[in-house]
C-alpha cells in the first residue's frame, strides 16, 4: 500500500471511498469491501482519501484524542488491501474548497476515480455542502458511479466513531469492539520498565502509547499481544501504576500467559477484550502480588468462558 500524506498527487482508474475516518468501524467496512469488489471487477485501485483535521483538533494534553492512529490506520488498510491510503490534510485553503470543485478536480480529476462508495450521511467540501445528491449529479459528466450505504445499526441505534468513543470512554470493550468490527488495540515499541511485575512473579512487556491515542478508563483488562506475528493472552494495565510512586507517562503493561522471552524493541499490538477493575493503588507490593493473581485468575476464567 501507498501512504500519501498530501493534497497533491495523480492517480487514474480508481474506486474511492471518503471520509474521516476516525476509526474504521463495521460500516466502514462496507465500503472497503465495495472497493474490494469493485478491484476485482474491473481492475482499478483501491483508495481510502481520509480527511485529516488532526493540526487543528489536536493539541496536547487537552486535545482531540484518536481511535485510530494515523500508524494504526495504515497497518489496518494494508492489511484489507487497500492501494493507496491518502491522509487529505484539512487546512484553511483546502476546507474552502467548494463541493463541486472537489468533486471535479480532486475526484474525477485526480483519482480519475470510477467508483465512490460513501455512507449515505456522507459530507464534503466548504460548509459541507458536498453530499451523496451532488454526486450522483456529477457522475455522468465525471464518468464514475456512486455506491451510498446506510448506516450499520448495532443495538437498536446507528453504528457512529461517537458511539463508540462513548462505550472506549465507559471501559464498555465488548460494545466497543463489536461496532469496530475488530478489537480495539494500542500499538508500540516494547519499551523498559521498572521489571516490578518481574520481581512479583508476573513479569510484564511495557508500552507507551501514542499521545494522540484514545484510551478507555485506567484500569486492568483482560487482553491479546500480538508479537512478531504470534498473539498470546494475558492480563493488561492502562495507567499511572500508582503503587510504585507518582507518576505522569501513561503505561500499557501486559503480562503474557506462557510467554517467556526479552522483546525490547520489538512492535507489540495489544487487543482490550474486557474490563476488570480500575487502576488503584495498593498498601504494599504484597497486596499488589495479591490483587495481580486474581487478575490473572479472573483473566484466565475470562478467555475459557469466551471460547467457542
Not at 495498593?282 to 484466565?300: G, I, K, P
Request: charged share 25%.
Amino acid at each position: 500500500m501507498e501512504y500519501i500524506s498530501s493534497s497533491s498527487f495523480e492517480l487514474r482508474d480508481t474506486c474511492v471511498t471518503l471520509g474521516k475516518f476516525d476509526g474504521f468501524h463495521i460500516g466502514h467496512r462496507r465500503l472497503l469491501a465495495a472497493l474490494a469488489e469493485e478491484k476485482r471487477r474491473s481492475g482499478c485501485k483501491s483508495v481510502v482519501l481520509a480527511f485529516d483535521f488532526r493540526p487543528d483538533m489536536f493539541r496536547g494534553g487537552n486535545g482531540y484524542r484518536l481511535i485510530y492512529t494515523e500508524e494504526e490506520k495504515k497497518r489496518l488498510l494494508a492489511d484489507e488491501g487497500i492501494d493507496y491510503f491518502i491522509s487529505y490534510p484539512v487546512t484553511q485553503e483546502t476546507s474552502g474548497t467548494e463541493a463541486e470543485e472537489f468533486i471535479l478536480r480532486v475526484l474525477a480529476g485526480q483519482l480519475g476515480a470510477r467508483l465512490i462508495a460513501v455512507g449515505e450521511d456522507n459530507r464534503f467540501g466548504h460548509n459541507r455542502r458536498g453530499d451523496v445528491a451532488m454526486l450522483r449529479q456529477f457522475s455522468a459528466e465525471c464518468g464514475f458511479r456512486v455506491a451510498a450505504f446506510q448506516k450499520v445499526r448495532f443495538g437498536g441505534e446507528a453504528v457512529s466513531s461517537t458511539r463508540i468513543r462513548e462505550e472506549l470512554q465507559r471501559g464498555n470493550m465488548e460494545a466497543a469492539n463489536k461496532m469496530l468490527g475488530a478489537a480495539y488495540h494500542v500499538a508500540g515499541t516494547v519499551e523498559h520498565g521498572r521489571r516490578l511485575g518481574r520481581t512479583l512473579g508476573f513479569p510484564t512487556i511495557n508500552v507507551i502509547p501514542p499521545e494522540e491515542k484514545l484510551l478507555p478508563p485506567f484500569g486492568v483488562y483482560a487482553s491479546v499481544t500480538e508479537l512478531s506475528g504470534r498473539r498470546y493472552a494475558g492480563v493488561t494495565n492502562v495507567g499511572v501504576r500508582p503503587t510504585v510512586g507518582v507518576q505522569e507517562q501513561v503505561w500499557v503493561e501486559n503480562h503474557l500467559f506462557d510467554f517467556r522471552r526479552e522483546c525490547y524493541g520489538e512492535q507489540a499490538r495489544i487487543e482490550l477484550l474486557h474490563f476488570l477493575r480500575p487502576e488503584r493503588s495498593f498498601a504494599d507490593t504484597e497486596a499488589l502480588r495479591q490483587q495481580l493473581a486474581r487478575d490473572v485468575a479472573e483473566s484466565r476464567s475470562f478467555y475459557k468462558s469466551s471460547l467457542p
